[in-house]
DNA sequence: GACTGGCACTCGCTACAGTCGAGTGCCAGA
DNA sequence: TCTGGCACTCGACTGTAGCGAGTGCCAGTC
């Protein structure tokens, strides 16, 4: 059975209502409010099959209503409005931004500006080396069997990891080395250099072989297997605001949550393009998060995407407000990079 | 006036205990725990006199006695007797520390071991760019305009920073370049730098006076002045173990001390050869972690501090046990970075 | 048929009184 | 100097009562 345009309106009410004040809502004070042209009596109709059909719930038995994650779900889906940021965020934005100077900066700048405009926790995945490219290989010798072995990605990402050569190695050998692996790796996604890197092994002259060897299996652990995805995280002493009441009393298990970066990843990593996603409660597959929502979306210059960024709140959170600056923020940020 | 050893012995049976349960103790309970060979009146009137020194108070009239900042602190002094690690202690510490690959890695899995053995809040300063030597210093062409400037220090730090050069600039000046910066630079400690990096510009040949003058800025910049310092935390779902009874109630402020990076450092960071630091409750600078207290010292190859690590916790704390986990990490790491 | 006003009912919240008991301070006596 | 005894304090807990916000239902109106 569907619900009719005024029923809609009734649960756009208690949702905005119940977000701003905290507090469950009650038909009285919703005509109060709220334009409904309609008594409350009849706003109490409309809560109960609001309630029956789940969209709404009473903690108890002579309170109000509060949104249930599904109420949120339809608010989110068909009846909010998109907000768009004041000139002043706009600024923040703008003026948060200028003047950083490589990308850590960036990632930092990024997630400060996003958990201080939303008041939530903020994390930002940094640009993902599987979706980077190549863009220079910088073998430094740091003595005649350690290699430093630097990546420089196009997103700015920069990667080393210290080699310990199969034996003394001259230094003409480390440039030839260097050249080889530029040449054939420059320009390349991470995520499709594991043949290429292993095809380097076969073709080199055999002097070279064994040091090739050991130089491909680091290159290979480390620039595609291993840690390759971090992120920043920044305003978890904004989970305090609201006292405890959201989060059912207990801040542990989001705190895990969100120390787990493998978790997080999950969670922000899987952005598909110019989509923001939106994670209610229940929805969440991480069960820590159960009572927690999660914005989130994808960034990069242009329209790829290397990154994906968000916020993780209360479910009771300004989901119109939350997803403007979600977007706003992962589109500067990928003009940013852009100009790099 | 002094305190004789059994209003010491009282003292410390109540830290102790109260550490352990979290309980107000009372003179009853006292003397059932431990032994002290006297009745509970007796300790009662001890009780008075290390209420009215300040070294315990009573949280309401009849309840048992609570030891005050300044009674941990007489504890901690005077009273606490090292308590070795336990072998399963340090086999978990090796275990942890054993196969870390570069010192991201390390610095990641000392924080979380640390978190993890002290079940409290863990911070870990990466090794001080200030007090780190360079190694080497690379130069990468990214364009003809453009340079990658990557720092190796010995603690195995890398910093990297692109430089927008004034104009094109050839191969060979590059070589020569790097050549020139490492000669004047490798082997000096970064604090030591400036001048040094000065007097390269004046000594540049003319073609490269202008190079030169942009790469000394940016190396000024970036390596000395520039977030230098880095660094690591976990555990902060440990905050909510006591479920609220630690920090008066709010974990707002001790979460905002803990994203406040600056903060972090002076209080982690500051620390001197050999000693480690207790700082309990009102001792502590930090307005926000007036109810918590801190325990952190240096660590480095050998006897040289290239970095601080510590755990923030409640006051009332095993100061103990952590003592004895924040120095035997700081051993550890300092072993494991004097090998590289 | 949809809406409204009225009314009885529910139930959490707050205030208040009373009881219990852990813990104290003090004192007289060993 | 220590100890046992005793009166006292006061927070924690329990039970009761009143309040009020909010509901569901129903009969009446447009």
Redesign the pocket.
Same mark, same amino acid.
């Given at each position: 059975m569907g619900l009719d345009d %005024?029923k809609l309106a009734v649960l756009r009410a208690i949702v905005e209502d119940y977000v701003a004040t905290q507090e469950? =809502?009650?038909?009285? +004070?919703l005509v109060e409010r709220h334009q409904l042209g =309609?008594?409350?009596? /009849?706003v %109490?109709?409309d809560? +109960?099959v609001l309630?029956d059909e789940g969209y709404i719930r009473?903690p108890? /038995?002579? +309170?109000?209503?509060v949104p249930t994650d599904r109420g949120y779900r339809l608010f989110v889906d068909r009846l909010s409005r998109v907000k768009p940021l004041s000139p002043a965020e706009r600024r923040a934005i703008e003026r948060f931004l200028v003047g950083a100077v490589d990308l850590d900066d960036v990632v930092h700048r990024t997630v400060r500006l996003l958990a201080q405009l939303t008041r939530q926790v903020a994390v930002v995945q940094y640009p993902s080396l599987a979706r980077s490219k190549v863009r220079h290989l910088e073998l430094v010798p740091i003595s005649t069997t350690r290699l430093m072995v630097v990546m420089i990605a196009d997103t700015g990402r920069v990667e080393q990891r210290l080699v310990e050569l199969p034996g003394p190695i001259p230094a003409e050998d480390v440039t030839e080395l260097r050249r080889m692996v530029n040449e054939r790796l420059v320009g390349i996604q991470l995520s499709e250099t594991p043949p290429l890197v292993q095809a380097l092994v076969d073709e080199s002259p055999p002097q070279l072989r064994p040091a090739m060897a050991t130089l491909s299996s680091v290159l290979l652990e480390t620039l595609v297997e291993r840690h390759e995805e971090r992120l920043a995280l920044a305003g978890t002493a904004n989970l305090t605001r609201g006292g405890l009441l959201d989060f059912q009393g207990s801040l542990r298990p989001i705190l895990e949550a969100l120390e787990e970066e493998v978790v997080l990843l999950k969670l922000i990593g899987e952005a598909e393009p110019s989509t923001t996603r939106v994670l209610i409660g229940d929805e969440n597959e991480i069960d820590n998060l159960r009572a927690a929502s999660v914005v989130s979306t994808g960034y990069g210059p242009g329209s790829t995407i290397v990154g994906g960024l968000g916020v993780v709140g209360p479910t009771r959170m300004d989901y119109p407000g939350t997803i403007a600056t979600v977007r706003a923020v992962a589109r500067y940020v990928g003009e940013l990079l852009a100009q790099n």
């Open positions: %005024r469950p =809502v009650g038909s009285k +004070a =309609v008594s409350p009596a /009849t %109490r109709n809560m +109960a309630e009473q108890h /038995t002579s +309170a109000g209503r």
